[in-house]
């Protein structure tokens, strides 16, 4: 090990000057040079930019990745500088979980297909998102990780030195002022050898010493300050280049905007695509609850349900009123099982997969595996059937229902 101790002790004097120098200048006892108002408005923008984009990298990290574990994964392998294993986003969880659920449920029972098709779709939203996460942290995140790992590491490198020249400075000014004052002082008083023999002089006087001191101090000072407004120069051209720096991340902002409208266009299109198909498979198995599609006297207009507030598994209030010949509605008001009669086509046989107890007067209890008929009216929730067996009458859930043809 190539140990210099007299470079380690150059250097700790070094450190201890600049140590001195800088509490007196807290301590109000020494001058301090000033930066130039230009520079110190380079600085102060430099500071504010690097403290937003700190916020905005470490935000938006807990917004592509709420799990805190999965972040620090994924930090340590960033730093051991290997690659980040691929995850199974939430949304492929979820699919893959009503997948096998429908396998178990049955593919053929409305619950399981249904499943089946949900499932799917959430695959598809979960692929979406993935690569909505892949882009934006190529696009959006590395840029900005750059500029804090790479960039403002230069600058705050560079802005030591330039604070490091500075103390050199003002140490150069404070030892040329006392050695000035210590030369005044002397030519001011006699001098001692004067009144010696004249073998007994020395070299020089007291006068000449300090005259020298002052040459040596003010040479020292004059390379201080080429030094200083070397340093100076570097770190205001690092510092102007962040102006360069808002222009990148300006264009990655646009690019993260782009990849976040294209990744909710997805979802918003596979949701209006399952809609459909969950719609469309409702009204195969129930065609009657669509009696007002099917009934060419039938005139009404309903809301679709993306752009309306209207809750899940609740069918639209239309705007026009609806006639279907033998069934009486109301406009309002709860249904009445004791008046609602079995239309004349509709009706279709269901065998009960799960024993189901009535809740109300309005409901049929049911037993696993008997056969009942059951249909349904204008205006009566999807999820429920009118059921009939024998002269028992009452709603009946769909889930606990396998309909036969």
């Not at 070299?203 to 040459?215: M, R, T």
């Not at 991340?249 to 266009?265: I, P």
Request: aromatic share 8%; proline share 5%; net charge negative.
């Amino acid at each position: 090990m190539d140990f210099n101790l007299k470079k380690l002790t150059s250097d700790a004097g070094v450190f201890f000057t600049r140590a001195v120098q800088f509490t007196e200048e807290k301590l109000g006892s020494a001058e301090k040079t000033e930066l130039d108002a230009h520079l110190e408005n380079l600085i102060a923008r430099a500071d504010c930019t690097k403290n937003w984009t700190e916020k905005i990298f470490r935000q938006t990290e807990v917004l592509l990745q709420p799990n805190p574990s999965a972040r620090i994964e994924e930090f340590f392998y960033e730093k051991l500088d290997k690659k980040i294993p691929s995850r199974t986003t939430n949304g492929e969880l979820l699919g893959q979980y009503m997948l096998d659920a429908a396998k178990d449920f049955g593919p053929g029972t409305p619950y399981g297909s249904t499943l089946i098709t949900v499932g799917e779709y959430q695959s598809r939203l979960g692929g979406a998102e993935r690569e909505f996460l892949q882009t934006s942290a190529i696009n959006f995140l590395t840029p900005l990780r750059n500029f804090l790992e790479g960039d403002w590491r230069t600058i705050s490198k560079e802005r030591r030195l330039l604070e490091n020249r500075r103390l050199d400075l003002d140490i150069c000014k404070a030892r040329v002022k006392k050695a000035k004052q210590a030369e005044a002082k002397a030519a001011a008083e006699p001098d001692f050898q004067e009144t010696r023999p004249r073998n007994y002089v020395l070299s020089a006087s007291a006068s000449a010493l300090w005259s020298e001191e002052v040459d040596k101090a003010e040479q020292e000072l004059r390379v201080a300050q080429t030094e200083f407004d070397r340093q100076a120069e570097v770190t205001r051209l690092l510092l102007e280049g962040i102006s360069s720096t808002h222009v990148n991340h300006l264009r990655c902002l646009h690019e993260f905007v782009e990849a976040q409208a294209t990744y909710y266009a997805q979802c918003h299109q596979y949701m209006q695509e399952l809609q459909k198909e969950l719609s469309s498979a409702n009204s195969d198995t129930y065609p009657n609850s669509f009696a007002s599609n099917a009934n060419p006297s039938t005139s009404a207009t309903c809301p679709s349900p993306v752009s309306s507030n209207i809750l899940p598994g609740v069918s639209p209030p239309c705007l026009a009123s609806t006639s279907t010949p033998g069934i009486a509605r109301e406009p309002s008001g709860p249904l009445k099982i004791q008046d609602v009669q079995q239309p004349s086509t509709g009706h279709r046989k269901a065998k009960v997969l799960y024993d189901y107890d009535a809740h109300d007067t309005s409901e049929l209890s049911l037993l696993a595996d008997e056969l009942i008929t059951v249909y349904t009216v204008p205006g009566m929730d999807p999820d429920w059937l009118v059921g009939e067996r024998g002269n028992q009458k009452g709603k009946v859930p769909v889930t606990y229902l396998e309909l036969l043809s």
